[in-house]
């Protein structure tokens, strides 16, 4: 049965900073339009959309060129937004803090519009872990969205997680802790609730703490995806789950203070529940996705959006938003992107 045609648009939109003066924003743009094979997008219906100081709105239109470009110019202009269709494939939306490195005055925005090739249902999640304990392998189930006994009710250890972290000290911003912690401690009070140490720790402390990703069997683990990754679009990976090439963990070390860093523009492929034969090969796999990075909290927290294929040995993981194997009553089952 052949995968009925859709038509979505591509909405690119960026802005700089605000603080930037409107000289300072790229005036002379070209929108460059390929698919996820790389093929030249020709035809297709760009919209640029520059606005001025003043508020005034200017769109220019048009199809791009035999090289899937077009361009577009102006004067003055404090915020840019970018627009692209194809039938048949996937829209596309650049944020206002995707382009903080554009260069000024003139700048080509490449984009990249996937095809709908095969949309199939996956269990697809924004899991929130709490990470009970320290120095111990936490498996986590992505088929039951839980942890493993005796920490959860989950059957198979899909990914596992350890962490440890330290408390080291109140943060400056309290110049005197003690007044802070009995505030607390009056507010718990006139609510009905105990005052908690450990959880004043958490919210007022300074901690830093590290994580490290594992894979409990053999050839089973994690590629990191960057070249790859189209950070604003619906689809931002490939739609196949690749072969080989699977490292065997991530680690990542964080703190709760400071500034933070420009979010990292990266998604993974995983391979879990794999099964050998005598000499080695795999019988079969099981494949799964992850948009963004993996974030830590350094005080023992875990997020991230997953999306796992139940079905051994099937590396598709394009997913259709209408077929979430987690009912969408589930915390975190609302998962619009493909």
Same mark, same amino acid.
């Given at each position: 049965?052949? !995968?009925?045609?859709?038509?979505?648009?591509?909405?690119?939109?960026?802005?700089?900073?605000?603080?930037?003066?409107?000289?300072?924003?790229?005036?002379?743009? !070209?929108?460059?339009?390929?698919?996820?094979?790389?093929? *030249?997008? *020709?035809?297709?219906?760009?919209?640029?959309?520059?606005?001025?100081?003043?508020?005034?709105? +200017?769109?220019?239109?048009?199809? #791009?060129?035999?090289?899937?470009?077009?361009?577009?110019? #102006?004067?003055?202009?404090?915020?840019?937004?970018?627009?692209?269709?194809?039938?048949?494939?996937?829209?596309?939306?650049? =944020?206002?803090?995707?382009?903080?490195?554009?260069? +000024?005055?003139?700048? #080509?925005?490449? *984009?990249? /519009?996937?095809?709908?090739?095969?949309?199939?249902?996956?269990?697809?999640?924004?899991?929130? /872990?709490?990470?009970?304990?320290?120095?111990?392998?936490?498996?986590?189930?992505?088929?039951?969205?839980? $942890?493993?006994?005796?920490?959860?009710?989950?059957?198979?250890?899909?990914?596992?997680?350890?962490?440890?972290?330290?408390?080291?000290?109140?943060?400056?911003?309290?110049?005197?802790?003690?007044?802070? =912690?009995?505030?607390?401690?009056?507010?718990?009070?006139?609510?009905?609730? !105990? $005052?908690?140490?450990?959880?004043?720790?958490?919210?007022?402390?300074?901690?830093?703490?590290? /994580?490290?990703?594992?894979?409990?069997?053999?050839?089973?683990?994690?590629?990191?995806? !960057?070249?790859?990754?189209?950070?604003?679009?619906?689809?931002?990976?490939?739609?196949?789950?690749?072969?080989?090439?699977?490292?065997?963990?991530?680690?990542?070390?964080? #703190?709760?203070?400071?500034?933070?860093?420009? &979010?990292?523009?990266?998604?993974?492929?995983?391979?879990?529940? *794999?099964?050998?034969?005598?000499?080695?090969? +795999? +019988?079969?796999?099981?494949?799964?996705?992850?948009?963004?990075?993996?974030?830590?909290?350094? =005080?023992?927290?875990?997020?991230?959006?997953?999306?796992?294929?139940?079905?051994?040995?099937?590396?598709?993981?394009?997913?259709?938003?209408?077929?979430?194997?987690? &009912?969408?009553?589930?915390?975190?089952?609302?998962?619009?992107?493909?």
């Amino acid at each position: 049965m052949k !995968t009925p045609i859709r038509t979505f648009t591509a909405a690119l939109a960026f802005s700089l900073a605000a603080c930037q003066s409107p000289a300072q924003v790229a005036q002379d743009l !070209t929108l460059k339009v390929n698919d996820d094979t790389g093929r *030249v997008m *020709v035809g297709a219906h760009a919209e640029i959309m520059f606005r001025s100081i003043t508020n005034k709105e +200017i769109t220019q239109k048009g199809p #791009t060129d035999e090289r899937g470009e077009f361009r577009a110019s #102006t004067e003055q202009t404090i915020e840019t937004k970018l627009r692209a269709s194809m039938p048949g494939h996937y829209r596309a939306l650049v =944020r206002d803090s995707d382009y903080y490195d554009m260069p +000024i005055g003139k700048a #080509t925005v490449p *984009v990249v /519009l996937p095809r709908v090739l095969q949309p199939t249902a996956l269990h697809a999640l924004r899991a929130s /872990l709490n990470l009970p304990v320290q120095d111990q392998w936490l498996g986590y189930d992505l088929q039951a969205a839980d $942890f493993v006994p005796p920490h959860g009710k989950g059957k198979t250890a899909d990914v596992r997680f350890k962490f440890r972290n330290e408390f080291v000290g109140f943060d400056e911003a309290f110049k005197d802790i003690d007044k802070e =912690r009995e505030i607390v401690r009056r507010i718990k009070a006139g609510r009905g609730e !105990t $005052f908690s140490e450990d959880e004043f720790r958490s919210n007022a402390g300074k901690w830093r703490g590290a /994580l490290e990703v594992s894979f409990p069997s053999q050839k089973e683990g994690v590629i990191t995806e !960057t070249e790859r990754y189209w950070f604003y679009g619906q689809l931002r990976l490939p739609h196949l789950a690749p072969e080989n090439g699977y490292a065997p963990g991530l680690r990542y070390e964080m #703190t709760n203070q400071g500034p933070r860093p420009e &979010p990292r523009r990266v998604g993974y492929f995983l391979r879990t529940r *794999v099964k050998l034969d005598a000499d080695g090969d +795999i +019988i079969s796999a099981n494949y799964a996705k992850i948009y963004d990075d993996i974030r830590f909290d350094a =005080r023992g927290t875990v997020s991230f959006w997953y999306y796992f294929n139940p079905t051994p040995n099937d590396r598709n993981l394009e997913f259709d938003p209408a077929r979430n194997l987690f &009912p969408q009553s589930m915390d975190g089952a609302n998962v619009a992107n493909p």
